[in-house]
């Protein structure tokens, strides 16, 4: 996936660590429904 940057204002967001794959997905349900409800753009990251 290629951000479109000329939409104006997103999210990047995630853990710093990965704690196990169930954690991590979980955060990430849970975010991006919140930029959803925002309406911004959401680029998930996280680091291990």
Known sequence: M??????G???????????S???TLRLAGAIAQIARQVG???IFKASF
């Not at 290629?2 to 939409?7: E, G, K, L, Q, Y």
Request: aromatic letters at 8%; charged letters at 15%; glycine letters at 4%.
């Open 2 to 7: 290629v951000p479109d940057f000329s939409r």
């Open 9 to 19: 204002l997103f999210l990047i967001a995630g853990p710093c660590v990965i704690e």
């Open 21 to 23: 794959e169930s954690h």
């Open 40 to 42: 911004l753009p959401l």
